[in-house]
């Protein structure tokens, strides 16, 4: 990282102040390519993992000491940033393992069809556009961003029973799409 007192910027950037951020992200996106692509699963997800490092890093500058040293700091920040990612990609992966082979140990053409196209829709998953907003915030924290059933009633301000009805709901509501539009075999045990 380039030797410049960033703590200044790191307040001001805190603030608001998009200038501040520009001085910050200069001074260390460099560093932070490099520590990524030592650390990333693959070299294709570096830009993301660029991308959610520098979002934590605004949202998270309220818990940084100028006592600490800016650079131990942020290299944490990174490291976490990675394993998140890894996370989230091995998520995915378990998923259409799952489903491959539930395929595999049927010869159905279709229903590797249907393994395909769920695989190429795992990230983006149009289907949970189809949930109500109550239900589509209790998959999306449990399933996307690895929070539990408790961190979920917490962050949304409502009884853990409530987030469990929602997440059951949801969970069935999904089911039931993938079977309508035929993503789902009957038993495969597919749970998101």
């Not at 520009?22 to 993992?49: C, F, M, N, W």
């Not at 944490?76 to 539930?102: D, T, Y």
């Not at 409530?162 to 949801?170: F, G, L, N």
Request: net charge positive; proline share 3%; glycine share 4%.
């Amino acid at each position: 990282m380039k030797e410049l007192d960033l703590n200044p910027w790191l307040i001001r950037m805190s603030q608001g102040d998009e200038q501040a951020f520009q001085v910050v992200y200069e001074s260390t996106r460099d560093h932070a390519y490099r520590l990524i692509s030592y650390l990333a699963p693959a070299k294709q997800d570096i830009g993301d993992i660029m991308s959610e490092v520098y979002f934590e890093l605004y949202r998270s500058l309220s818990k940084y000491d100028p006592e600490q040293n800016f650079s131990s700091w942020f290299n944490g920040l990174i490291v976490r940033q990675v394993r998140n990612w890894k996370r989230k990609e091995w998520r995915l992966f378990r998923i259409a393992e799952k489903l491959r082979l539930s395929t595999s140990k049927s010869s159905d053409p279709a229903a590797e069809l249907r393994l395909t196209a769920l695989n190429d829709r795992l990230d983006l998953l149009p289907i949970l556009q189809t949930l109500s907003l109550k239900f589509k915030e209790v998959i999306v924290l449990r399933y996307y961003q690895d929070c539990s059933l408790e961190e979920i009633a917490e962050l949304l301000k409502i009884p853990l029973g409530t987030v469990k009805s929602r997440h059951h709901h949801a969970l069935k509501h999904l089911r039931r799409r993938l079977d309508q539009q035929g993503l789902r075999k009957e038993g495969d045990g597919f749970v998101y």
